[in-house]
């Protein structure tokens, strides 16, 4: 596979929908958009127009996001700061907290028939009372990815911030999904041995239904939200689910860290970590200034310019709690805008209600 990143300027084939940068300071917030100047990309190549809000206040939170746009332009993100209640939950809470979120958006997604799915990978950072001390919570149902990006003067490092990718062939997917196919009661015996965990999809046209397909179907991803795991997935062990980590991350003098969120558009042009950490060193003096990495980003020409990309990077500094949200989705637009517009404030609701209820249990 060769790596996604060359020396070149914007294909034709590569639209940026935007980019955005949130400086919030206290409740103002600063917006930066960097757009296209027309809506056609062949005759817009690289003539980007600058809107800013500017503010000589210090930012207390920079986050900077990007989607670009290739065949289907199903995928988006969401950010926001969040109330300080997070930091009143115990480890247990915040888990409980983002495991409700999902049941509550996949019911809303199923009630309202909403076509398709998206992979959905969360990040909420909260500074701890140490100070230059982060405390990251990563939930993940799909296969975009998390890591926690840390800079010196002559070391980059990258850390994985999220357990395993949902795919059927991850060994700790292949053992969940073998059990379930095991324990069902629904699936014929005859149907159960044809399943093969070897394989990154699970394929659905040797099975009629009603527990499999009239044509042929394949799922690449073992978890995510939507329609797109209707009864039928469902039986064979895929599930909205997702699975959360934790991170306490205390910064060193002299480093500077970051949360980096992307799709698996982004990955699937890398060769491995190597290359993505070339890239990173390549411009990591514009880290400093995380917008101008992401303009960079944006500037670079890709490999596979069919897929849709998303990156979102969250520089660790300031006293509020960051919340970054990127989805991917399959088989349609519906179900990422939803979640777009509903992941937040639905996790918000949640942390309400999980405030309240220990208010309750202390009088």
């Not at 062949?42 to 746009?69: C, D, V």
């Not at 409700?100 to 909403?114: A, I, N, P």
């Not at 777009?340 to 309240?356: C, D, P, R």
């Amino acid at each position: 596979m060769n790596i996604l990143w060359a020396n070149s300027q914007i294909t034709e084939s590569i639209c940026i929908k935007s980019i955005l940068v949130l400086e919030l300071i206290n409740t103002r917030v600063n917006t930066t958009i960097i757009m296209n100047e027309k809506n056609n990309p062949k005759e817009s190549r690289n003539k980007l127009k600058l809107f800013t809000s500017q503010s000589s206040a210090k930012p207390n939170l920079h986050i900077s996001a990007i989607t670009l746009s290739g065949r289907s332009n199903e995928e988006g993100y969401a950010v926001k700061e969040l109330d300080s209640k997070w930091q009143q939950l115990s480890q247990q809470q915040k888990e409980q907290t983002i495991e409700v979120t999902y049941d509550s958006l996949q019911q809303q997604l199923e009630k309202g028939k909403y076509p398709g799915g998206a992979c959905v990978i969360s990040a909420t950072i909260s500074p701890t009372v140490n100070q230059n001390e982060y405390f990251i919570t990563t939930a993940l149902t799909g296969d975009c990815e998390a890591y926690l990006l840390l800079v010196e003067n002559s070391k980059t490092t990258l850390e994985q911030l999220y357990k395993n990718l949902h795919h059927p062939n991850v060994d700790s997917e292949k053992s969940r999904i073998l059990a379930h196919i095991q324990r069902s009661k629904t699936i014929p015996s005859e149907y159960k041995k044809r399943f093969d965990p070897t394989k990154r999809k699970i394929k659905f046209d040797y099975i009629p239904p009603p527990i499999g397909f009239p044509s042929k179907y394949s799922v690449r991803v073992s978890r995510a939200l939507g329609n797109i795991l209707d009864p039928k997935f469902q039986q064979w062990g895929l599930t909205h689910k997702p699975d959360i980590s934790h991170k306490n991350v205390q910064l060193q003098e002299g480093q500077i860290g970051f949360v980096l969120l992307f799709s698996d558009g982004l990955r699937d042009g890398f060769a491995n970590n190597s290359a993505l950490l070339n890239f990173i060193d390549e411009n990591k003096q514009k880290l400093k200034t995380p917008e101008l990495f992401i303009e960079q980003l944006a500037k670079y020409k890709f490999d596979k310019k069919e897929d849709d990309r998303t990156v979102v990077l969250a520089k660790l500094e300031g006293g509020k709690v960051k919340q970054l949200t990127v989805i991917d989705g399959h088989a349609g637009i519906h179900v990422k805008k939803f979640i777009e517009g509903n992941f937040i404030s639905e996790l918000e609701q949640q942390i309400s209600a999980n405030s309240k209820r220990m208010l309750k249990n202390k009088l």
